[in-house]
């Protein structure tokens, strides 16, 4: 009979997949360490087949579009809407048929450190990856929602591979000639949707870190522009900088 050291380095080994097997073999043996190994094995198991059913749900419209014989979908999101400062940056993504990466989700679902994490594993597999960025006086020229559309044409035309189905989080965009189709909260059903917003959120923030080195009294290596009760004290004591939008802080200064 194998130690309870034997069966913990055993369970340290085995793969996320073969933890069923590890749970039925051990299921019977009645220590109570091996007990909670077989717990522990249990709910890694119970987790991984969760996330495969989430990734095989948020795969759904990448599937339905290759089985209609498109063959690059892109999916799009952006980032930073609602800022006081800084640019809106968006970014289109395509995968290939049939990618699955663990762990994709919402961008505002995961830590900074699994977005980085993630950010770099679809950067690998990607098909290509696009981004583009709207400036804050483009912002303030155009609106916040023409900017974001002009930053998400952007993004497309970056592009190397051009896409042609699109999905995009909850926009249409009228002047690309692209078939699309717009999702609400698609950044939570759609796995390119996803990825595009993981992309494009570590973008911005390394963008916004960038400027904190710049505009350091505004704490925008913490807030990424963001209008925290921080951000809009420092707005009325040091006045607006040069990235702020002006149309977004006027009941401020």
């Not at 696009?130 to 804050?136: K, Y």
Request: aromatic share 6%; charged share 35%.
């Amino acid at each position: 009979m194998k130690t309870i050291f034997e069966i913990k380095e055993e369970l340290k080994a085995t793969k996320i997949e073969e933890l069923l097997s590890f749970v039925e073999k051990y299921s019977a043996d009645e220590r109570s360490g091996v007990t909670k190994l077989v717990e522990t094995a249990n709910k890694k198991h119970v987790k991984y087949l969760m996330e495969k059913e989430r990734m095989n749900r948020i795969s759904s419209y990448e599937r339905k579009y290759i089985s209609m014989g498109y063959k690059n979908i892109g999916g799009i999101d952006e980032v930073g809407r609602g800022p006081l400062a800084g640019p809106v940056v968006t970014a289109c993504v395509i995968l290939p048929n049939g990618c699955i990466i663990e762990g994709v989700d919402d961008s505002k679902r995961l830590s900074a450190e699994k977005r980085e994490e993630l950010c770099e594993v679809i950067k690998r597999e990607a098909v290509d990856i696009g981004v583009g960025v709207a400036d804050n006086e483009e912002i303030d020229k155009i609106n916040i929602l023409r900017a974001t559309k002009l930053a998400m044409k952007r993004a497309i035309e970056a592009m190397k591979t051009k896409p042609d189905m699109l999905l995009i989080d909850a926009l249409t965009l009228d002047e690309v000639d692209i078939p699309q189709e717009a999702i609400i909260k698609g950044d939570s059903k759609s796995i390119s949707i996803a990825a595009a917003s993981i992309v494009a959120k570590v973008t911005r923030d390394k963008m916004m870190k960038e400027l904190a080195e710049k505009y350091s009294v505004y704490g925008f290596e913490t807030n990424v522009g963001y209008g925290t009760a921080e951000h809009i004290e420092a707005i009325k004591k040091h006045g607006p900088c040069d990235i702020h939008r002006r149309t977004f802080i006027s009941r401020f200064v």
